[in-house]
């Protein structure tokens, strides 16, 4: 495959990658379809940079979420969510990255269907590389994914470059490198797009684009935690501009300067058997620092509303280790209740606990058990914009995933 420039994870290892020199010794893939929403958990975290923009090749966003949380290492899992803004679904694949720098796909896409947004993936395991000893670049693939069917991730890729080499964007680093934060975007084919977005958008939106997320440094994944990794941001590429679109993308977007980017960190996985468990991941490049708290439906209840965190920055993970003080009753999540993300006294999104869970794939939160809300999409209180860009949501993964 082609060679590229490989910018790592800039990963701070606390105790959640204490253990690197451990190993998976299973590696069976995850057989299954993707949970609509899903999850991991675990305490500790590790530092990991966001996404190289695809058509620049520059840096993108710090994603934050580390705490020397004391826990015991238990079994590796990876959980990767779906949060990018300009894409209703996506298929994601695994490529190995040499001393080299040279980015090799392998494998088939992680799941047999496409990952809608705020679902998630859980991958107790990888097949075809070793964790221990490789380095791991996540590539995304979004569009017209039946075009895919059928193919490996080095096909599917390859297809998704062809629909886009037509016309390279202006400063593009060339038509064929495969990078960490990003392949090559280019061009575009007839005006079919995402989502059904033709016209919304000034320009032919390509039929399929494939990304890269940043490349995760060989050792990464095997230190007995819980991973989660949520892809944000915006893909790009011909087409996909509008009104505001930093507002939905993040800083500094444009079409040909996307801000697809992850951030990883460990999640808690220290239980109390009579409470839930919660952490919150604010994976929205576009909202600023947010507080959450769960309260009743009605403001003229009797019941406070129960605060999760404060002050949770873009690419934080909030509380470390997990708020554990409450009970799922407490929560009001079978109750009607709901959560609310506010900025200082502005409220911003409200959600009902019950949409929530069901995004996650989750009927109720559970006694005994711990779990991370993520906030995703586009500014947080955006309520409407082109089809082809996603909104502001919550979804929830759960600390220990079946």
Same mark, same amino acid.
């Given at each position: 495959?082609?060679?590229?420039?490989?910018?790592?994870?800039?990963?701070?290892?606390?105790?959640?990658?204490?253990?690197?020199? $451990?190993?998976?010794t299973?590696?069976a893939?995850l057989e299954?379809?993707?949970?609509?929403?899903?999850?991991? /958990?675990?305490?500790?975290?590790?530092?990991?940079?966001?996404?190289?923009?695809? $058509?620049?090749?520059?840096?993108?966003?710090?994603?934050?979420?580390?705490?020397?949380?004391?826990?015991a290492? #238990?079994?590796?899992?990876?959980?990767?969510?779906?949060?990018?803004?300009?894409?209703?679904?996506?298929?994601?694949?695994?490529?190995?990255?040499?001393?080299?720098?040279?980015?090799?796909?392998?494998?088939?896409?992680?799941?047999?269907?496409?990952l809608?947004?705020?679902?998630?993936?859980?991958l107790?395991?990888?097949?075809? &590389?070793?964790?221990?000893?490789?380095?791991?670049?996540?590539?995304?693939?979004?569009?017209?994914?039946?075009?895919?069917s059928?193919?490996?991730?080095?096909?599917?890729?390859?297809?998704?470059?062809?629909?886009?080499?037509?016309?390279?964007?202006?400063?593009a680093?060339?038509s064929?490198?495969?990078?960490?934060?990003?392949?090559?975007?280019?061009g575009?084919?007839?005006? @079919?797009?995402?989502?059904?977005?033709? /016209?919304?958008?000034?320009? %032919?939106?390509? *039929?399929?684009?494939a990304?890269?997320?940043?490349?995760i440094?060989?050792?990464?994944?095997?230190g007995g935690?819980?991973?989660?990794? =949520?892809?944000?941001?915006?893909?790009?590429?011909?087409?996909?501009?509008?009104?505001?679109?930093? &507002?939905?993308c993040?800083?500094?977007?444009?079409?040909h300067?996307?801000?697809?980017?992850?951030?990883?960190?460990?999640?808690?996985?220290?239980?109390?058997? &009579?409470?839930? !468990?919660?952490?919150?991941?604010?994976? @929205?490049?576009?909202?600023?620092?947010?507080s959450?708290?769960?309260? %009743?439906?009605?403001?003229s209840?009797?019941e406070?509303?129960?605060?999760?965190? *404060?002050?949770?920055?873009p690419?934080?993970?909030?509380?470390?280790?997990?708020?554990? !003080?409450?009970?799922?009753?407490?929560?009001?999540?079978?109750?009607?209740? *709901?959560?609310?993300v506010?900025?200082?006294?502005a409220?911003?999104?409200?959600?009902?606990?019950?949409? =929530?869970l069901a995004?996650? !794939?989750?009927?109720?939160?559970?006694? #005994? @058990?711990?779990?991370?809300?993520?906030?995703?999409?586009?500014?947080a209180?955006l309520?409407?914009?082109?089809?082809?860009?996603?909104?502001?949501?919550?979804?929830?993964v759960?600390a220990?995933?079946?």
């Amino acid at each position: 495959m082609a060679r590229a420039r490989v910018r790592l994870f800039a990963l701070i290892c606390y105790s959640a990658c204490s253990a690197l020199s $451990a190993c998976m010794t299973d590696h069976a893939a995850l057989e299954k379809q993707p949970s609509p929403g899903g999850g991991a /958990g675990g305490s500790g975290g590790v530092l990991g940079t966001a996404g190289q923009p695809p $058509a620049a090749g520059t840096g993108g966003q710090v994603g934050t979420g580390g705490h020397p949380d004391d826990e015991a290492p #238990g079994s590796s899992v990876l959980t990767i969510v779906h949060g990018v803004v300009d894409a209703p679904s996506v298929l994601v694949c695994w490529a190995t990255v040499a001393d080299d720098g040279t980015v090799t796909p392998f494998g088939k896409p992680l799941s047999r269907t496409p990952l809608e947004y705020g679902q998630s993936i859980v991958l107790p395991s990888i097949t075809g &590389a070793d964790p221990a000893s490789d380095v791991l670049e996540p590539f995304l693939l979004a569009g017209e994914l039946d075009l895919v069917s059928g193919l490996d991730c080095a096909a599917a890729i390859e297809r998704a470059q062809n629909e886009e080499a037509p016309s390279p964007p202006s400063g593009a680093a060339g038509s064929g490198d495969l990078g960490a934060g990003g392949s090559a975007a280019e061009g575009g084919a007839a005006g @079919s797009g995402e989502g059904g977005a033709a /016209g919304a958008a000034s320009e %032919p939106q390509p *039929r399929l684009r494939a990304r890269g997320l940043p490349a995760i440094p060989a050792g990464t994944l095997n230190g007995g935690r819980s991973y989660l990794l =949520v892809a944000s941001g915006c893909l790009g590429g011909t087409g996909f501009s509008a009104a505001n679109a930093e &507002a939905f993308c993040g800083t500094g977007y444009s079409e040909h300067q996307p801000t697809v980017t992850a951030t990883f960190v460990a999640l808690s996985r220290a239980t109390s058997a &009579a409470d839930v !468990g919660l952490q919150v991941m604010h994976a @929205s490049l576009a909202t600023g620092p947010i507080s959450v708290s769960s309260r %009743p439906a009605s403001p003229s209840s009797a019941e406070s509303p129960i605060s999760i965190v *404060r002050s949770d920055v873009p690419g934080g993970l909030l509380p470390r280790p997990a708020y554990i !003080g409450h009970t799922a009753f407490d929560y009001g999540s079978a109750r009607g209740y *709901r959560l609310e993300v506010a900025q200082q006294s502005a409220t911003l999104l409200i959600e009902a606990w019950a949409d =929530v869970l069901a995004q996650g !794939g989750l009927s109720a939160l559970e006694d #005994g @058990s711990n779990y991370a809300l993520v906030l995703i999409g586009p500014r947080a209180d955006l309520t409407a914009g082109p089809v082809f860009w996603n909104l502001p949501t919550v979804t929830v993964v759960p600390a220990d995933p079946k």
